[in-house]
């Protein structure tokens, strides 16, 4: 059978991973089919927590605003002991917003609402899911990957230049490709999961109940009338949950409360699995989110990583798809690999403390906010300063507040929001360095000159008038930075001529134009 379709790129997995995903490609103009094998959308809270890191990824998608208005910051824990006392504690204390990040802490928001939000985002791309459309069969070649779909018992056939499996810890993609998902099930780390209505209990508080039995919690879901009910389990306990098993637990740890649990939405069975790939790709075939790697949810990681990978990995592939160097894609597992074995660490040691202290959750510090993740020395970072900075490549790009222009305010976020690559100009005598620049890369690149002064007879720049700026990015000299499009610091020099920055955009960046001669010359997208 002869393929009847041909795309770009194929995504297996409509959940966060590969919505970003989808969401990336479609605002670059890349062909693309998104395909999920439940037949509708998940109404499951899930993952329940968006990192600081994440909240940058949705500003960047233009959905920021709607995040933060169905979430919530500083959600406080109260902790009930059997003896009727009680203990409140905010695990962010203290955590705010800074000028370098404008997200200061986690927000606690249901999964099934993201997934909406980045639904709708999509739809404004001109993109959609093909729910209940599963992946069956596919074979790759030295140009790209045949794929066999399923939808209501009908057979068909794609053809795509690329293949990305995000579709989840049990990833049927990651079982053809023949990666193995090396780690282990922690039987002694088990869990009820649910969401559920419930009267009796008031929504301002994340409780939870300790006993000897364990652990249970109610979680009040923003902008919602149902809770996350969260239950610990012994290794002997029945695995099947039901609404009864739930009110059950809860009364025999909460020693006969007046709770009452009704109309459960999602209920799930949790055992902690450890797990990982030993690779990200494979020929023409990524894996991304939980089809890489799977861990315990202790510190909100699972969901934002798999944002994180897809963030990575999508501009790169438009890149490609757009006439960049195919080299680049061998970027996306040397960069991601290393974070997702760092993940699992830190997952494993937060579960380690909740378990011991039989809390849900303990104080957390800014380790698990996403935000100090770099890709130091790797390809994509190179910073040819004599003596690097505080901030160097491989660094995530920190934001900046009031940058001025014509009697405008922003920030520096502002101007690194888009599908580009930004170039930030620091001080003077960079005009032929841009206008080089300006001239091999059009405005795939956009450059931003960063003053202290107001005054200059150069070309128009922003005012770093409390430098806010140079002070994030610990600038002291005239410095130019090339910042990728998913928001990290790619080359950093002191040098004002062009050859450094053109072969570093060579390896980053698709050229302007494609001979128009070639039947499948493309301009880049924009």
């Not at 579709?167 to 998902?181: C, E, I, P």
């Not at 790697?293 to 699972?302: C, F, L, N």
Request: proline residues 5%; hydrophobic residues 40%.
């Amino acid at each position: 059978m002869s393929p009847n379709t041909s795309i770009d790129v194929l995504i297996a997995g409509a959940g966060p991973t590969g919505l970003v995903l989808a969401c990336e490609l479609a605002r670059r103009n890349v062909a693309f089919r998104l395909i999920d094998a439940l037949p509708q959308p998940s109404v499951a809270s899930r993952g329940k927590g968006l990192q600081p890191r994440s909240l940058e990824v949705f500003d960047d998608l233009g959905v920021v605003d709607r995040i933060l208005a169905g979430g919530r910051f500083h959600v406080p824990m109260r902790f009930h002991d059997v003896d009727g006392s009680i203990e409140d504690h905010d695990l962010y204390e203290g955590q705010q917003p800074t000028s370098a990040a404008p997200y200061g802490s986690p927000l606690m928001i249901p999964q099934w609402r993201v997934e909406t939000i980045l639904r709708e985002r999509l739809a404004q791309w001109g993109g959609r899911v093909e729910l209940a459309t599963s992946l069956e069969d596919l074979v790759q070649d030295e140009t790209g990957v045949t794929a066999t779909l399923m939808r209501n018992g009908t057979a068909q056939t794609v053809r795509a230049n690329w293949l990305v499996a995000c579709d989840g810890g049990r990833s049927k993609t990651r079982r053809m490709l023949g990666v193995d998902f090396i780690g282990e099930t922690l039987e002694t780390h088990r869990m009820f999961v649910g969401d559920v209505r419930a009267t009796g209990i008031d929504r301002e508080f994340w409780h939870a109940w300790r006993s000897e039995d364990g652990v249970v919690a109610l979680a009040p879901l923003p902008g919602t009338d149902t809770f996350q009910f969260q239950a610990s389990l012994s290794p002997d306990a029945p695995t099947e949950p039901s609404l009864q098993v739930f009110q059950e637990i809860l009364d025999r740890r909460t020693k006969g409360s007046d709770i009452r649990l009704h109309d459960a939405t999602w209920m799930s069975f949790w055992r902690a699995n450890v797990r990982m790939v030993d690779r990200y790709r494979v020929g023409r075939a990524f894996l991304a989110g939980d089809a890489a790697h799977v861990h315990s949810p202790a510190g909100g990681q699972g969901m934002n990583t798999g944002i994180q990978d897809a963030y990575n990995l999508g501009w790169k592939l438009a890149a490609v798809v757009a006439g960049a160097d195919a080299a680049l894609l061998d970027t996306y597992e040397e960069e991601r690999l290393p974070v997702a074995a760092w993940v699992l660490g830190i997952s494993n040691a937060l579960l380690a403390q909740a378990v011991k202290a039989k809390h849900i959750a303990g104080p957390r510090g800014a380790e698990t906010f996403q935000l100090g993740i770099n890709y130091r020395g790797h390809r994509l970072a190179q910073d040819l300063r004599t003596n690097a900075g505080k901030i160097q490549a491989g660094d995530r790009a920190p934001d900046a507040p009031g940058l001025q222009m014509n009697g405008e305010t922003h920030r520096l976020f502002d101007l690194i929001r888009g599908t580009h690559i930004t170039l930030l100009a620091f001080g003077e005598g960079w005009d032929s360095v841009i206008a080089d620049i300006q001239e091999h890369h059009g405005d795939t690149v956009k450059s931003f000159v960063i003053r202290e002064s107001e005054e200059s007879d150069a070309v128009p720049g922003w005012h770093d008038q409390a430098k806010h700026a140079a002070r994030n990015y610990d600038i002291h000299n005239d410095t130019l930075v090339i910042i990728r499009p998913d928001g990290y610091i790619g080359m950093v020099t002191e040098e004002k001529t062009s050859p450094a920055a053109l072969a570093y955009l060579a390896k980053a960046a698709a050229p302007t134009w494609i001979d128009a001669a070639q039947p499948d010359a493309r301009r880049r997208c924009k």
